[in-house]
């Protein structure tokens, strides 16, 4: 099933955002929350079944990037895109950091861009409209270092492990890892293993 939930108090907006999902092949089940309690409701019931979540920050309930945070703290920022009126450069470098899927604009850009980032945001690609720095846009990445680490992590190794096997100092496999955790939006190497594993950015290694 290809959920997604809609986080947006203007009614118009999350219409919108809706008809133009609904398009894509995928035949996603939508649903729509209009305050930041609902949104946590429904993300807690169902942690796992959401396959993007499209979250506007500025809903009922929520401060600056609550909501987003918390999101974050579930595992989630990689499926989720934020999707705001808001021009916040502070904001914007805390989203991309923290490795969300992409950061768009309800104005500022035309609506055939909108639509087609939306369409781009379904089939999984990162899209970000920041304010200063235009697009960055593309599919999540690990780079081949931040990969190996993680999948010798994925199989149970420990750091100084890793960094023999590797031929590194312990404290470049600790950034290669914490690297990796931010790009799949993280709070542990286990469940940033756990992510790239079902993106197939790593492959499972078998240890002897």
């Not at 989630?76 to 989203?95: K, V, Y």
């Not at 992409?102 to 379904?122: E, M, N, S």
């Not at 931040?146 to 992590?153: G, K, N």
Request: with cysteine; glycine share 8%.
């Amino acid at each position: 099933m290809f959920n997604v939930l809609i986080v947006e108090d203007h009614s118009l907006v999350a219409e919108a955002a809706a008809h133009k999902i609904a398009l894509s092949p995928h035949r996603p089940t939508i649903e729509v929350r209009s305050t930041a309690a609902e949104a946590l409701e429904a993300l807690r019931a169902q942690p796992g079944s959401w396959r993007l979540i499209l979250l506007d920050l500025d809903v009922p309930g929520a401060t600056g990037l609550s909501l987003a945070c918390e999101i974050h703290r579930m595992g989630l920022a990689p499926r989720t895109c934020i999707l705001t009126g808001a021009e916040r450069p502070d904001f914007e470098s805390q989203i991309v950091a923290l490795g969300f899927q992409g950061y768009l604009r309800k104005g500022g850009v035309p609506i055939a861009v909108l639509d087609q980032d939306l369409v781009g945001i379904v089939e999984g690609r990162r899209i970000f409209r920041l304010t200063n720095s235009g697009e960055i846009s593309g599919p999540l990445r690990l780079s081949a270092r931040q990969a190996q680490c993680l999948a010798f992590a994925a199989a149970g190794k420990t750091t100084k492990e890793i960094a023999r096997d590797l031929s590194l100092h312990p404290g470049t496999v600790e950034r290669y890892i914490n690297a990796a955790m931010i790009v799949m939006g993280a709070s542990s190497r286990a469940q940033a293993a756990a992510r790239a594993l079902e993106l197939g950015l790593i492959q499972t290694i078998a240890l002897p």
